[in-house]
């Protein structure tokens, strides 16, 4: 697909500003958002996640609780996260219908849930969190004299119907945004939703966790939106999550390949997919601090002034290795078709591979919106052991080095490998591409690697 970035002499160029969860927290977090949007009048579109924790409580809903007393203190908590907000608005009438029955609705689906869940009703009971907090946003821009509108983006982010981890549809969002939402930029901001969804029969999808990052580079590319702004509680991008090496320093600019990178090997600041509706369409993608937006953040663009060999270090946790042994594999064809022949039959999306002469390691794709470490399907086991010894193993993660020409720069993965002497990765992966090296580690070796490693490397 490609259509030129409109920034024409007609139109004026739209930001789309994105919100997560802590920058919608609760009232005060809500506020600083409001400010940051009404200092830039170029924002028309803003899209938030769900109160901080939100999602997390609806998440263990629709996994079935079936204790009643438990199921209720849950559902209280979620009253109080968004009562609290209520009680701080000077005018909560025009919204306290709508957010009742919201809260409403999360009850009725819970108790479903602990009945039968399913991938569908999950989508259906946690897509409440992003329907309740832009209420609740919308509420607070217009108490702060902003003309918001909120808008329901099921509206317009039609994806397909693989619940918990739906595919947008890219064509279609834009037919369909350019339709209902254009006529409102005119004379609005208009609220809406991250992360959620819905397939052609109007039944509610989300995008995964995490997923109001991708919604919201989704929605920059359906308007030709000249700038993405993600607004998260740290400013910007880091050579590693701060939360594991304090010493982890702000990146001011880096391109979209290396930070395509980091996201999909788990810096957890911007979700996997996001990058890739900003590159199709190249948006450039700017990260900052709704805490703090005049400690400024990262820019992502196409070119960027410094390609360092080492950029940053990223952690992705609750990976499955799944180890095939054959002695069949040994100078013989087809044994590898077969495996993937196999996993393609029972939708066994695969992420990392290495292969020797006897065996093939593989590590299977993240999880949907449920949560949990990937499983592999009783089929798929049972059918691959027909075939070859099969070994399952869990409670690891992968820990990734991002940087440039890393496989083509004599001696750069030596400090790497020095590190890994006193741990016992499972797997490593190197050279496949030049912007990355990546090892599998046991999960109580995870952050003891990573601190090690960014030690070495960045401090
Ligand atoms: N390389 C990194 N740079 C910055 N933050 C990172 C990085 N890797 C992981 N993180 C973590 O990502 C967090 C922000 O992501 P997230 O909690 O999903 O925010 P939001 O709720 O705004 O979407 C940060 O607080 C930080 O701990
Ligand atoms: N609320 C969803 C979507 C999301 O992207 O949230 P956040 O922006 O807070 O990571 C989740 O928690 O998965």
Same mark, same amino acid.
């Given at each position: 697909?490609?259509?030129?970035?409109?920034?024409?002499?007609?139109?004026?160029?739209?930001?789309?500003?994105?919100?997560?969860?802590?920058?919608?927290?609760?009232?005060?977090?809500?506020?600083?958002?409001?400010?940051?949007?009404?200092?830039?009048?170029?924002?028309?579109?803003?899209?938030?996640?769900?109160?901080?924790?939100?999602?997390?409580?609806?998440?263990?809903?629709?996994?079935?609780?079936?204790?009643?007393?438990?199921?209720?203190?849950?559902?209280?908590?979620?009253?109080?996260?968004?009562?609290?907000?209520?009680?701080?608005?000077?005018?909560?009438?025009?919204?306290?219908?709508?957010?009742?029955?919201?809260?409403?609705?999360?009850?009725?689906?819970?108790?479903?849930?602990?009945?039968?869940?399913?991938?569908?009703?999950?989508?259906?009971?946690?897509?409440?969190?992003?329907?309740?907090?832009?209420?609740?946003?919308?509420?607070?821009?217009?108490?702060?004299?902003?003309?918001?509108?909120?808008?329901?983006?099921?509206?317009?982010?039609?994806?397909?119907?693989?619940?918990?981890?739906?595919?947008?549809?890219?064509?279609?969002?834009?037919?369909?945004?350019?339709?209902?939402?254009?006529?409102?930029?005119?004379?609005?901001?208009?609220?809406?939703?991250?992360?959620?969804?819905?397939?052609?029969?109007?039944?509610?999808?989300?995008?995964?966790?995490?997923?109001?990052?991708?919604?919201?580079?989704?929605?920059?590319?359906?308007?030709?939106?000249?700038?993405?702004?993600?607004?998260?509680?740290?400013?910007?991008?880091?050579?590693?999550?701060?939360?594991?090496?304090?010493?982890?320093?702000?990146?001011?600019?880096?391109?979209?390949?290396?930070?395509?990178?980091?996201?999909?090997?788990?810096?957890?600041?911007?979700?996997?997919?996001?990058?890739?509706?900003?590159?199709?369409?190249?948006?450039?993608?700017?990260?900052?601090?709704?805490?703090?937006?005049?400690?400024?953040?990262?820019?992502?663009?196409?070119?960027?002034?410094?390609?360092?060999?080492?950029?940053?270090?990223?952690?992705?946790?609750?990976?499955?290795? !799944?180890? =095939?042994?054959?002695?069949? @594999?040994?100078?013989?064809? %087809?044994?590898?078709?077969? +495996? $993937?022949?196999? *996993?393609?039959?029972?939708?066994?999306?695969?992420?990392?591979?290495?292969?020797?002469?006897?065996?093939?390691?593989?590590?299977?794709?993240?999880?949907?919106?449920?949560?949990?470490?990937?499983?592999?399907?009783?089929?798929?086991?049972?059918?691959?052991?027909?075939?070859?010894?099969?070994?399952?193993?869990?409670?690891?993660?992968? !820990?990734? =080095?991002?940087?440039?020409? @890393?496989?083509?720069?004599? %001696?750069?993965?030596?400090? +790497? $490998?020095?590190? *890994?002497?006193?741990?016992?990765?499972?797997?490593?992966?190197?050279?496949?591409?030049?912007?990355?090296?990546?090892?599998?580690?046991?999960?109580?070796?995870?952050?003891?690697?990573?601190?090690?490693?960014?030690?070495?490397?960045?401090?």
């Amino acid at each position: 697909m490609s259509h030129v970035n409109h920034n024409s002499a007609t139109s004026p160029p739209l930001t789309v500003a994105k919100f997560g969860g802590t920058s919608v927290a609760d009232f005060s977090a809500m506020s600083r958002s409001t400010a940051i949007i009404q200092n830039n009048p170029q924002t028309r579109l803003v899209l938030i996640s769900a109160c901080s924790g939100v999602t997390n409580i609806l998440v263990e809903l629709a996994n079935g609780v079936t204790d009643s007393v438990h199921r209720l203190a849950l559902l209280t908590r979620l009253t109080d996260i968004h009562q609290s907000v209520i009680s701080q608005l000077q005018q909560p009438s025009p919204i306290l219908e709508a957010v009742n029955s919201l809260l409403d609705q999360i009850a009725t689906l819970a108790e479903q849930a602990a009945l039968h869940t399913s991938a569908e009703l999950t989508d259906q009971l946690v897509a409440n969190g992003e329907l309740l907090s832009t209420h609740l946003f919308t509420q607070i821009m217009i108490e702060q004299g902003i003309n918001a509108v909120r808008f329901d983006i099921r509206d317009v982010m039609r994806t397909d119907s693989h619940f918990g981890r739906a595919i947008p549809q890219p064509e279609v969002i834009r037919q369909l945004s350019q339709q209902a939402l254009n006529p409102l930029f005119a004379n609005h901001v208009v609220v809406s939703q991250g992360f959620i969804g819905s397939d052609a029969e109007g039944k509610t999808t989300t995008l995964g966790r995490g997923g109001s990052d991708y919604s919201a580079a989704l929605m920059a590319e359906a308007i030709d939106a000249a700038t993405l702004e993600i607004w998260t509680d740290i400013p910007g991008m880091y050579t590693t999550d701060p939360r594991i090496a304090p010493k982890a320093k702000p990146i001011k600019e880096i391109s979209f390949s290396e930070a395509y990178e980091m996201a999909n090997f788990g810096a957890k600041i911007l979700h996997p997919s996001t990058l890739r509706p900003a590159i199709r369409q190249q948006i450039p993608v700017f990260v900052g601090s709704s805490k703090a937006p005049e400690l400024g953040g990262t820019w992502i663009r196409e070119s960027v002034s410094a390609a360092p060999l080492f950029r940053a270090l990223a952690l992705r946790c609750n990976q499955t290795m !799944v180890t =095939l042994t054959s002695l069949n @594999m040994f100078h013989a064809y %087809g044994f590898l078709a077969e +495996v $993937f022949r196999i *996993l393609a039959e029972h939708k066994v999306s695969v992420d990392l591979i290495t292969t020797s002469e006897v065996s093939v390691s593989l590590t299977l794709d993240q999880t949907d919106t449920s949560g949990g470490t990937p499983k592999l399907p009783q089929g798929a086991l049972e059918d691959l052991t027909k075939l070859c010894r099969v070994e399952v193993e869990q409670d690891l993660c992968l !820990v990734a =080095l991002i940087g440039n020409q @890393m496989s083509n720069t004599k %001696g750069s993965v030596s400090k +790497v $490998f020095n590190t *890994l002497e006193d741990f016992n990765p499972r797997m490593i992966c190197y050279g496949a591409s030049p912007h990355n090296l990546c090892f599998l580690v046991k999960e109580h070796d995870a952050k003891p690697v990573v601190k090690e490693l960014h030690r070495k490397i960045f401090e």
